[in-house]
């Protein structure tokens, strides 16, 4: 069966699957790309190619979500997955179900935050990146198999709609703040920790605790990037460069980077979900 490692995009997904990663796949704590990629993410085409024919098809790839999960866990195996998919039914097509769930860790992110990130990850203006947050909208890319055999389409939705579907049911539901992560990645560790005892084998001490946060600060995966070791950069639009991944973290301050405007617009939107989360007071 599967847990869930669920986000919008931009909001620490990267970050706790390194930290899990370490946890999981290595003996000592110590990170690095390559023991990531054994979190594999979902949808991708590969969970799909055997199914439908056209990947262009939002319709054809929500019809088969349980299918593509029903192949996964034949296995009878307990993996982790990463997704940015809402947790949505639509029509009569759920994204996935109790035969294939077994818990969710879901991270959370101050929209405000969120609106730098957006902007420099998809190359849109601060402007743009806020209705990002706002509108229903499905991401990835349609090509077919044979053109890119990674990422497809999955339906985001707006912030707060995404937020709501992954943790309206509170049970087998790990919570996790990315601004929780950088004021004290200990403690958010120890809760990933005791959560992930409840199914599976966790092997840990505080050596290797210790070595887990160090190698999986923001500041040490943004130095691994720059060096070169990262491999799932989003590209720039207008020029076709690589963009940066790992971009601001902890220096981002929505109280410099946003006007009024877009502010009172993101606050009144999401009003009851960031009060919730004590975004608002």
């Known amino acids: ?137 499905i991401i990835g890319n349609n090509k077919k198999w044979e053109e890119n055999q990674t990422g497809m389409q999955c339906l985001l939705g707006k912030w707060n709609d995404h937020y709501r579907s992954w943790t309206r049911n509170k049970n087998d539901l790990l919570l996790i703040k990315y601004e929780d992560l950088i004021q004290n990645p200990k403690k958010e560790l120890e809760k990933i920790i005791n959560f992930l005892k ?10 290797k605790n210790k070595k887990i946060i160090e190698t999986t600060s923001f500041k040490n995966l943004k130095k691994m990037e720059q060096k070169g070791l990262f491999r799932e950069n989003a590209i720039n639009k207008k020029d076709h460069s690589k963009v940066e991944f790992f971009h601001l973290g902890p220096a981002n301050n929505w109280q410099e980077n946003l006007n009024e405007f877009i502010k009172n617009k993101l606050e009144k939107n999401f009003y009851k979900e960031m009060t919730e989360l004590k975004y608002l007071e």
């Open 1 to 137: 069966m599967i847990i869930w490692l669920a986000s919008y995009p931009k909001s620490g997904n990267t970050w706790v699957r390194a930290i899990i990663a370490s946890l999981l796949y290595s003996n000592d704590g110590n990170f690095n790309f390559e023991i990531i990629k054994k979190i594999k993410q979902f949808p991708v085409k590969e969970n799909f190619k055997d199914i439908i024919d056209d990947f262009d098809d939002f319709d054809e790839i929500k019809k088969n979500w349980i299918t593509a999960q029903d192949s996964i866990n034949l296995d009878n195996q307990i993996k982790i997955l990463k997704t940015h998919q809402g947790k949505y039914t639509v029509g009569k097509d759920s994204f996935t179900n109790s035969q294939n769930t077994l818990a969710t860790i879901y991270i959370v992110r101050d929209p405000r935050t969120l609106v730098s990130s957006i902007s420099n990850h998809f190359t849109l203006t601060l402007d743009q990146a806020s209705n990002f947050l706002i509108t229903t909208r």
């Open 198 to 207: 409840n199914y599976l084998d966790v092997d840990t001490n505080i050596n």
